[in-house]
Structures are given as C-alpha cells and as structure tokens.
C-alpha cells in the first residue's frame, strides 16, 4: 500500500516539473466552470430556483478566476447572468441593476443583446427578445401596474429594437388593462422559459461541455453506493437525531445566515422598502482586457439597520380596489384578487381581514 502512494507521489512530482503548474490550473478551472454551467442549464430546465442559486453561487466564484481568459468563459458567463435574470423574472422587487425600476427581465433584454453574435439563429434571437418585451409588461399588468407596464414599455422603447406592430399591439393591451388579453397568452412566461431552453440545448449541442460531468459520473458508476455515501459524508459521529436544544441552535443559525442576502447572482425577493442587491456588471465583455477578470459585482450598498416597519392604512383605493375584485371573483378569492390589483405589499390574508371589517362596519353588505 505504502508502495503505491510513493509510486503515485513520485509520478505527481514528475508531472509538476515537466509541465507548468499555471497551465494546469487554467485547464482545470475551465472544465469546473464547464460543470458548473452544465448544472445550471439542467437546473433552469426543471426549474428549480433553490439549486440554481446554490450552484450559482460557486460558478460565480470559479468565473473570478483570472485564468479564464477564453471568449468562450466570458460568453457562458453572460449566459449565466441571463438565466440568472429570467430564473428571478417574476419577482419585479428584485434589483440586479443600480435602477431600481429596471425589472429582471429588463435587465435579462440587456443581456440578450449582447448574446446576438452568440446565437446562430436569427429569428430564434429576435423571438426571445420580443418574449422579454411582453413578458416584462405582461407581469407588471398581472399585478395591477398599471403605471408600471407603462414604464416599461417606453424603457424597451428607448433601449431595445422590436417590430413597431409588437409595440402598437402592447400600447393598446396596456391602455385597457387587458391582463388575460390572448397575445399575452400566446407570449406565455413558460413559452419564454421553452424557447430560452430549445436555445440552451443547441447551445451545447455545438459547444459540449460536460467532460468533467462524464469523468464524474464514470466514478459515480464504479463506486458502490456506500462508498459514496461515506466520503460525501460530512461527519459520521454526529447524531442523527440531535437533541432540542441543538436543533434550536441550528435554526437560530440558519435564520441569521438567510436574513440578508448580499450574493448579486442569487439575489433575494427584496420586500418594500426596496434593497438593492449587488450585481453582475453586463458590461459587454470584449472591452475587457486580457488576463482581467470581468467585475461581477461592482457595487455593494450599505444596508440600513432594522427598524419596525408601522402598520399600513388601507386607503380609499385599496379599499375600492377589494370590493372591484370580490365583484368580479367573489368571496374568498383572495389570491386571484391579490394579481388583479396593486396592493402595496399586502397578503391575501391581509385582503381577507380588510373584507371582514368592510362587513363588520356595514360598508359592503
């Protein structure tokens, strides 16, 4: 057994003096940063956001690697920070840009376009542009922004190319508030997320990058399970069952760990008021030159202490925004009224208690 290791050692010595150390290291980083972009391609596919961010979380640390200095590193870093955007799309309080009012697909439409010279077909590119367009006014009128469709609208305006009937068709859906309007259907947020994938598969149909996945998993196949289980294994003396106060301790731990979030690819759903989370710069990647690693966070915002948010007043609006959405849906539908209207934060259980004060005060009947 001793023979062996000496055998392996001297071999390993052998292979550091004829071959540079910093050659290897740029390989290797390449191939970890190929897996780690494989995992969140799957990850985006089967949707699951918990896992995506959890091995975004470390693609983001090997990206800052200054050994990555291929076109092909910076392209599927930009590729990750689209997904990244659109992985988060539904969540209009989280802030990837230093305007705040840029929405995560808007942000994921900048990213896009800097993706043109990645996609190799054209029509594909320009469709999922225009998905974006829609879908980021589509989410913004299913939560009853109506002012904030607007604003996002004349963004894309400013910002972004798109066929003028696309834009005639959302001025007009926009203006009438039509949120079930059947050419929102047809640019579904799930036809988005479909066709962002048809790409990714073609994508790595024409640029594999799963060799350290097939080397990984050829070990996974000749080990038995147990073994597996036992170098995964993070420390087999501690009990299964710890006791109460241990478990206590455990979640007191977890809670502090997850109270604030400061990773700019995982970003948290940032409930009003508003905190801005620090971001990976969409600065087109070219500019950067050579042996620099691109800056994924540039700017990090002191958050503010925790003070006591005060109980919000239900308004004259909000009020005639619940009776509109019983109206319509009845009682006891209060998560569907929840996406008709905007209502600054409130839950549907929030809407439920408001209702019954209206009924207790005979203001409805």
């Known amino acids: ?38 995992g969140l391609c799957r990850r985006f596919r089967d949707g699951k956001l918990e896992e995506f961010n959890e091995t975004l979380k470390i693609f983001e640390a090997i990206s800052q690697s200054k050994s990555l200095k291929r076109n092909c590193h910076k392209e599927k ?46 029509t594909l590119f320009k469709k999922i542009a225009v998905l974006l367009l829609v879908q980021s006014v589509a989410l913004c009128l299913e939560k009853g922004q109506r002012s904030s469709a607007s604003s996002t609208l004349q963004w894309f305006e400013k910002h972004q190319e798109f066929p003028q009937k696309i834009r005639v068709k959302l001025s007009a859906v926009v203006a009438q508030m039509e949120t079930y309007d059947p050419f929102l259907t047809s640019y579904s947020f799930q036809h988005l997320q479909e066709t962002i994938q048809s790409f990714l598969d073609s994508y790595l149909e024409e640029n594999p990058s799963d060799y350290l996945l097939k080397v990984a998993t050829k070990v996974v196949q000749s080990q038995d399970t147990e073994d597996l289980e036992e170098v995964t294994s993070l420390d087999s003396s501690v009990p299964k069952t710890p006791d109460k106060s241990q478990q206590k301790k455990r979640k007191m731990k977890r809670k502090l760990l997850s109270t604030q ?28 030159p050579s042996g620099k690693s691109p800056e994924t966070s540039p700017v990090h915002k002191t958050s503010k202490p925790k003070t006591s948010i005060p109980k919000k007043k239900w308004t004259f609006h909000l009020d005639k925004y619940l009776k509109q959405g019983v109206k ?23 809407l439920k208690d408001r209702w019954r004060v209206l009924v207790r005060t005979h203001q409805v009947s």
């Not at 000496?6 to 540079?20: C, G, L, R």
């Not at 979030?261 to 990647?285: E, F, N, Q, Y």
């Open 77 to 122: 870093i930009l590729l990750c920070a689209f997904l990244a955007r659109v992985m988060h799309g539904k969540q209009l309080d989280v802030v990837f840009e230093e305007d705040e009012s840029v929405m995560p697909l808007m942000s994921a439409a900048k990213i896009w376009s800097k993706l043109k010279q990645t996609v190799a077909d054209e």
């Open 261 to 288: 979030m400061t990773d700019v690819w995982r970003p948290d759903s940032a409930k009003k008021p508003r905190v801005s989370l620090t971001r990976l710069s969409i600065t087109d990647l070219s500019k950067i």
């Open 328 to 350: 319509v849906h009845g009682q006891g539908k209060w998560a569907r009224i929840l996406m008709d209207y905007d209502f600054e934060g409130r839950t549907a259980v929030m």
């Open 1 to 38: 057994m001793d023979r062996g290791n000496n055998e392996s050692s001297s071999d390993a010595e052998s292979t550091n003096k004829s071959v540079n150390f910093s050659h290897v290291n740029t390989v290797a980083t390449g191939w970890m940063l190929d897996f780690m972009f494989v």
